[in-house]
């Protein structure tokens, strides 16, 4: 009998690669068909073959999972494999208040994951992401419809796939110039959103990734007074 993972805690499940796509920067993306993905929640991933693969979105009816990552051997889609998970701790989503600022300087996945079940809620939260991330990025920015306070007017890049669900996001990269984004860290962009709203008290701080960004994310929380969760990424 295959187990079940929905009550989390690392438990093993066999479940089907159904397709891979590859993007520039090394990133991957894998759909695994599972018997049961109502455990995974924002912040989790799944250990295949001993490699952490963070959760980028779920299809409970559907059976399926994505997760995203880069710089990691891939499975052969149409195989069976072993499954553990889901692993880590994941947001409290129950702590979230109307608005969310989300920063992500690693990997992409677990914010989008986050952004999107936030907004999902009811009483729905605002969520507002954003990314810091390294060229070659895996997607080409695209202007943002949306209009966000406090941040400089010709950094308009956004994820395209947030854009498409009407969640506001903005891109920092701090090594190179890339068309829309801001030159920068995810850090830098915290910064100047929270300085221009005077802290905005209905606003709960999520952040993930390495630990300069989570180090900064719990300064600001303390230094405005609000609400904050962090998590590492998940490598």
């Given at each position: 009998?295959?187990?079940?993972?929905?009550?989390?805690g690392g438990?093993?499940?066999?479940?089907?690669?159904?397709?891979?796509q590859d993007?520039p920067?090394?990133?991957?993306?894998?759909r695994?068909?599972?018997?049961?993905?109502?455990?995974?929640?924002?912040g989790?991933?799944?250990?295949?073959?001993g490699?952490l693969?963070?959760?980028?979105?779920?299809a409970?009816?559907q059976g399926?999972v994505?997760c995203?990552?880069?710089?990691a051997?891939?499975?052969?889609?149409?195989?069976?494999i072993?499954?553990?998970?889901p692993?880590?701790?994941?947001?409290?989503?129950?702590?979230a208040?109307p608005?969310a600022?989300?920063?992500d300087?690693?990997?992409?996945?677990?914010?989008?994951?986050?952004a999107r079940?936030?907004?999902?809620?009811h009483?729905?939260?605002k969520?507002?992401a954003?990314?810091?991330?390294t060229?070659?990025l895996p997607?080409?920015?695209?202007?943002?419809?949306?209009?966000?306070?406090?941040?400089?007017?010709?950094?308009i890049g956004?994820?395209?796939?947030l854009e498409d669900?009407?969640?506001?996001?903005?891109?920092?990269?701090?090594t190179?110039e890339q068309?829309?984004?801001l030159t920068?860290t995810?850090?830098d962009?915290?910064?100047?959103?929270l300085?221009?709203?005077?802290?905005?008290a209905?606003?709960?701080?999520?952040?993930?990734g390495?630990?300069?960004?989570?180090?900064a994310?719990?300064?600001l929380?303390?230094r405005?007074r609000?609400?904050?969760q962090?998590?590492?990424?998940?490598r």
């Amino acid at each position: 009998n295959q187990p079940d993972i929905s009550s989390g805690g690392g438990l093993l499940a066999t479940g089907r690669v159904l397709s891979r796509q590859d993007y520039p920067g090394g990133y991957s993306l894998l759909r695994l068909g599972l018997s049961q993905v109502a455990a995974c929640q924002p912040g989790h991933a799944l250990s295949l073959n001993g490699v952490l693969w963070p959760i980028l979105q779920r299809a409970p009816k559907q059976g399926w999972v994505d997760c995203l990552r880069r710089d990691a051997p891939c499975p052969v889609p149409g195989t069976e494999i072993v499954i553990c998970g889901p692993c880590g701790e994941p947001f409290d989503l129950l702590a979230a208040t109307p608005r969310a600022l989300l920063a992500d300087n690693d990997g992409l996945a677990e914010i989008v994951f986050l952004a999107r079940t936030l907004r999902d809620r009811h009483p729905r939260v605002k969520p507002f992401a954003l990314f810091e991330l390294t060229p070659p990025l895996p997607f080409r920015p695209q202007p943002s419809k949306m209009v966000v306070a406090g941040l400089p007017a010709g950094g308009i890049g956004a994820l395209p796939l947030l854009e498409d669900w009407a969640i506001p996001s903005r891109i920092a990269c701090p090594t190179d110039e890339q068309p829309g984004c801001l030159t920068g860290t995810a850090t830098d962009l915290v910064n100047a959103w929270l300085d221009i709203c005077q802290g905005a008290a209905d606003v709960t701080l999520f952040a993930c990734g390495h630990q300069t960004l989570l180090t900064a994310v719990g300064a600001l929380a303390e230094r405005y007074r609000l609400s904050w969760q962090i998590r590492p990424a998940q490598r």
